[in-house]
DNA sequence: TAGATTGTTAATCGATTAACAATC
DNA sequence: TAGATTGTTAATCGATTAACAATC
């Protein structure tokens, strides 16, 4: 089978790992050393047959009767979501939500380092967020070849997401990590995950909108 | 068939009405009239189908020959997600995500406007992030009363995040939009969206991960 | 009228769940 | 050994896509 036929994972199943990977990293913390099926289906309220079908995408065996071992499970995850070492990546676009991005603390435990942010604000070139750094954008080409960043965050406005999107790819970047609602058109070879907000959103509200209905 | 038995409407579509609603209110600007499937299956890089059995969960019915008119279908998109009207939100937990919420100003294309922060940091409490005032939490339960708030925004630390989400539920909260990792139990009549940023994360850095074993 | 486009019914695909065999 | 638990195969469910009928 050629390579680039290789079969993807469900994408459910990826989705649902760092679930697991909570869990398991909280029940390594308080002592334990295994934990079965039945236990995380129960902490995760999901059936215990998804479970298995899920882990089982890691490449991990359980022992009958025993369960996982939790270290080995740890790595597992880890390891297939390319979260054992941690990767850099850049930000563009420092507004508010890039702001928040370069705050959040939580990315560490995901493999994630913000590096540092850019921007063509001259108001914000040159101050940091967070600790973080606001380079001028003018620069990103040079510093992400030099530093091998893989992954941009793109938090710029919408009108010029994809501006912004083709020149990443000509600095080197593989990866573009997109809270922009813009639908950015790339190469094969690039990997593009959107955030969309606005369709968590249409669920919360539509669902509520069902709700407050029913009721009257 | 008793309202509680009310089919639901299938996710990936809801969850892709807004798409639509921001491709149509691009057109209305440019002052297009009306517009086909074919049209907007291009611009968003579907199957036309798709196209349509989406819009008609709205209710919308379109002119063969002709398409939809645009005014109506964005009517349509707005009333199905309850985006008509802008409904007020109280956000709790101002940490550095919450503050980027504060700050993001699309929401309001999505019928949300965040009318304050609640947090319990006394060094915070009585600030004001992004224009928007900073209250002590205590002072949520009678806010949200009075104010008839039935969206609440949870950005805490993970570990309080339940003991949070039940005093929203008493003070009135009806639908929690959940920034948190953690699970929330919730009685059947609150609705919770979870955001999950580490989901979307697991899917960027597992195909990066691939795209680049690959190559190697 | 002819042709473009909508709307619906049927077929396919993928994910979840159920049933059961394997194993420590 | 017996029983708990894993892992796999089959059945179900839901969403997507294909085929086609309806209609302006």
Redesign the interface.
């Known amino acids: 089978m050629p ?2 036929t ?1 079969k993807g ?1 469900p ?1 459910p199943s ?6 697991y990977l ?1 869990l398991l990293r909280e029940l390594r913390g308080e002592g334990h050393d295994s934990v079965s099926c039945t236990r995380i289906a129960e ?3 999901q059936g215990t047959v998804q479970v298995r079908k899920d882990l089982a995408i890691t490449g991990i065996v359980g022992r009958p009767k025993v369960g996982y071992q939790i270290p080995e499970l740890i790595d597992a995850i880890e390891t ?4 054992k070492n941690t ?1 850099d990546a850049f930000l563009v676009g420092a ?3 890039g ?9 560490g ?4 380092n913000i590096v540092a942010a850019f921007d063509t604000n001259p108001e914000k070139v040159g101050t940091r967020i ?1 600790e973080k750094e606001v380079l001028d954008w003018e620069s990103f080409h040079d510093l992400a070849h030099r530093m091998h960043i ?2 941009g965050i793109l938090t710029v406005p919408a009108d010029v997401a994809q501006e912004v999107t083709n020149a990443m790819i000509l600095a080197g970047i ?2 573009i ?1 997109n809270y922009t ?1 813009a ?1 950015l058109e790339v190469p094969p ?1 690039i ?1 593009v ?1 959107d ?18 209905e ?1 009721q009257r």
């Not at 702001?99 to 990315?107: I, P, T, V």
């Open positions: 390579t680039d290789v994972f994408i990826v989705r649902r790992l760092p679930l909570r902490s995760l309220d297939f979501l390319g979260w990767r507004g508010s939500l702001s928040a991005l370069l705050g959040y603390e939580g990315f435990d995901s493999g994630l967070h893989l992954i593989r990866a990590w609602p639908k070879t990997v995950e955030v969309r907000l606005s369709s968590s959103l249409a669920m919360l509200s539509s669902r509520l909108t069902r709700l407050l029913s």
